[in-house]
């Protein structure tokens, strides 16, 4: 049996505006923008992943919503799925705690002026009709 280790990233969206990440590890990824998340544990579901990996990585409280559909091959043996996701009321605002150094709330004019990692871009293209 083959493995699949599945990373959960979210369309964290707010008025309009999709949040992206700017990574500061590892060396090959660093200054390479992604929809933040994360990789789901045994036994957790993606949803669940998801909400934990934005606490961690952001310090922010959010709600995943609905699949987006699509999934996307990473490295070998790894698959990254999108939901889209909220903040919730209350929460923090999110900021570049851990493997980030910069976060940007991006208007759909403003998508593509980040270099996305390449396999976040057809993502990123499926999240649009969220925003
Ligand atoms: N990853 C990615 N795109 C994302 C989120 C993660 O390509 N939107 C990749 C980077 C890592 C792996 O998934 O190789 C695990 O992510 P992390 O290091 O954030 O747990």
Do not use: C, F, N
């Not at 957790?44 to 699949?67: F, I, K, M, N, S």
């Not at 909220?86 to 940007?104: F, I, K, T, V, Y």
């Amino acid at each position: 049996m083959t493995e699949r280790i599945v990373v959960v990233a979210g369309a964290l969206v707010r008025d309009g505006r999709l949040l992206a990440a700017r990574r500061s590890a590892p060396p090959d990824l660093a200054g390479r923008w992604e929809l933040p998340g994360g990789k789901v544990e045994p036994g957790e579901t993606p949803e669940r992943a998801l909400v934990r990996e934005l606490r961690e990585e952001l310090g922010a409280d959010t709600q995943a919503l609905e699949r987006v559909p699509g999934e996307w091959p990473l490295k070998p043996g790894y698959v990254l799925v999108v939901w889209a996701a909220r903040l919730l009321s209350g929460s923090a605002e999110p900021a570049p705690l851990e493997d980030h150094d910069e976060l940007r709330w991006l208007t759909p004019e403003e998508i593509w002026d980040v270099d996305w990692l390449d396999q976040d871009v057809p993502a990123v293209k499926s999240a649009l009709p969220w925003l």
